[in-house]
């Protein structure tokens, strides 16, 4: 079966500090992958997304980065942190096999900027 | 572009009640259409999808949803709600795409609470 795995799970980081999170994912090869933030109370927005290493689309513009370095590893950053990066960060993979563009989703990483 | 309206962010039922989460989406073609659950500090869970098989989709955990294209809907239902039921749902759309841009546009979410 095809798994996400993210992490740290949680994470409270001060302003203006670097960031790095983490995604991998087996069970299949060269997926599509995702990056989501929730913010609180908030539905989920689409950050990044990619097709294949080194391939990373943009949805938004903001404080934040990602790449694919590996086939099967997403990795999220900044440079710098603030406030409004505070949210719940969900990796997910577009599941394999099928025309639907249904997507499976990793356990996800609480960050707190303080 | 496609979009997804979900009507109500918070929704409160009783244990043993009927649960209705309702969902509306824009698309221009044909969509396929899920719901996922996501439970506190957890990621989301697929609960069902349409894929135009069947426009009368169940699910795991007892819900079901139906495909109305003349209303452009598909609410989440369920007979009889259970205090585990109690999480965050979400609505989300996908159009049949090219290669390299398959993308869902979720809903904003319900919140169910259920009382007991």
């Known amino acids: 079966s095809q798994t996400i795995h993210q992490w740290p799970a949680t994470l409270v980081q001060p302003v203006g500090s670097p960031l790095s999170l983490e995604c991998t994912v087996e069970?299949?090869?060269?997926?599509?992958l995702y990056w989501y933030r929730q913010a609180a109370g908030r539905g989920l927005q689409l950050l990044f997304y990619s097709v294949g290493i080194g391939q990373i689309s943009s949805e938004v513009p903001q404080n934040l980065s990602a790449s694919r370095p590996q086939d099967r590893q997403f990795i999220l950053s900044s440079k710098k942190l603030l406030l409004s990066d505070s949210g719940f960060y969900l990796c997910?993979?577009?599941?394999?096999?099928?025309?639907?563009?249904?997507?499976?989703f990793g356990p996800g990483t609480r960050l707190t900027v303080l | 572009a496609q979009s997804v309206t979900q009507l109500g962010s918070h929704v409160s039922v009783s244990e043993g009640a009927l649960v209705l989460l309702r969902c509306n989406y824009s698309s221009s073609v044909p969509p396929y259409l899920f719901w996922y659950v996501q439970y506190p500090n957890q990621g989301l869970q697929l609960l069902l999808k349409y894929t135009s098989a069947a426009t009368l989709v169940k699910g795991i955990n007892g819900f079901e949803a139906e495909f109305k294209k003349s209303e452009t809907s598909f609410h989440l239902t369920k007979p009889s709600a259970h205090m585990s039921d109690a999480a965050e749902y979400f609505c989300a759309v996908s159009e049949v795409s090219n290669f390299g841009n398959e993308k869902l546009t979720f809903g904003t979410g319900t919140r169910l609470t259920i009382i007991p």
């Open positions: 997910a993979g577009l599941l394999a096999g099928g025309p639907y563009n249904e997507q499976f």
């Open positions: 069970g299949t090869s060269n997926p599509n």
